[in-house]
């Protein structure tokens, strides 16, 4: 299974429970497409790097968490796309990491995050 394809079957099955409406389960998946979809144009719209806190997620940020984070594949999803796991919020479960952190921006990263956000932009 892909981070993506994990990811999916997490927004689906997560949301839909008896309280749950399809509209929703329609926001929580709209909310964690386009936050990560933001996190990678924020990447792509500096290639000078001259903003480094778009370079870095604190994953256990409560709104980066809310809508992104918790859903199973979002930060396979990100490692993916080019982003290194440091440190480790075990508070939030195992293997979960303290960090997200793109470093570096050669072609082959940069391709990582442009196939990323196409996968989203047609999952979406």
Do not use: M
Request: neutral net charge; contains cysteine; glycine residues 6%.
């Amino acid at each position: 299974d892909s981070s993506l394809e994990r990811l999916g079957r997490s927004l689906e099955f997560s949301t839909k429970d008896s309280t749950s409406s399809e509209l929703q389960v329609s926001q929580h998946r709209q909310a964690c497409i386009l936050t990560l979809l933001r996190v990678l144009d924020n990447i792509l719209s500096d290639p000078q790097r001259s903003n480094a806190k778009t370079r870095k997620i604190k994953v256990d940020n409560a709104v980066f968490w809310k809508r992104a984070g918790e859903w199973d594949g979002s930060i396979e999803f990100l490692v993916a796309c080019g982003f290194s796991s440091i440190g480790s919020a075990s508070h939030l479960g195992l293997g979960i990491p303290q960090y997200l952190k793109f470093e570096c921006e050669d072609n082959l990263r940069r391709e990582h995050l442009l196939h990323g956000r196409e996968c989203l932009v047609r999952f979406a």
